[in-house]
């Protein structure tokens, strides 16, 4: 499992480089001011977590449970709903995304929450690759 969270990790970081350099050369001429800067906000916050991502890879390393893999899944579906969200919502401004982006990110925080339980909390190993 922690070998998905690395890989997973290093993807949305290639995927964040790549799109904040089509941010910054293709869309900026395109899009508003605003919604530059809500795909820059995107492109962060998917930096931020995709690191996140492969710390959580090396922590279940060390704290291989169940708490550990919420963490994780919960950070990756963080980072495609609301990073994903804000790139849609800037693009297309189609207003019913705006409604999928802050539940993206209360998993965000709850998946930081889940990382600070699983390491403090009672450790029950699961099997890992």
Do not use: C, D
């Not at 809500?38 to 922590?59: C, E, R, T």
């Not at 709903?81 to 982006?101: C, D, H, P």
């Not at 993206?104 to 690759?129: C, M, P, T, Y």
Request: hydrophobic share 55%; aromatic share 14%.
């Amino acid at each position: 499992m922690k070998k998905n969270f690395l890989l997973h990790g290093a993807m949305f970081m290639a995927l964040a480089v790549a799109l904040g350099a089509i941010g910054s050369h293709a869309l900026s001429s395109k899009l508003t001011e605003k919604s530059m800067y809500l795909f820059n906000l995107g492109v962060n916050y998917q930096v931020y977590h995709a690191i996140g991502l492969l710390a959580i890879g090396i922590i279940f390393a060390q704290f291989p449970n169940k708490k550990t893999l919420f963490s994780g899944w919960m950070m990756f579906a963080g980072i495609v709903g609301f990073s994903g969200g804000l790139y849609f919502y800037a693009i297309t401004q189609e207003e019913w995304v705006r409604s999928i982006i802050p539940v993206g990110g209360v998993l965000l925080i709850s998946s930081w929450i889940a990382l600070i339980w699983a390491i403090f909390g009672k450790q029950e190993k699961v099997n890992h690759e």
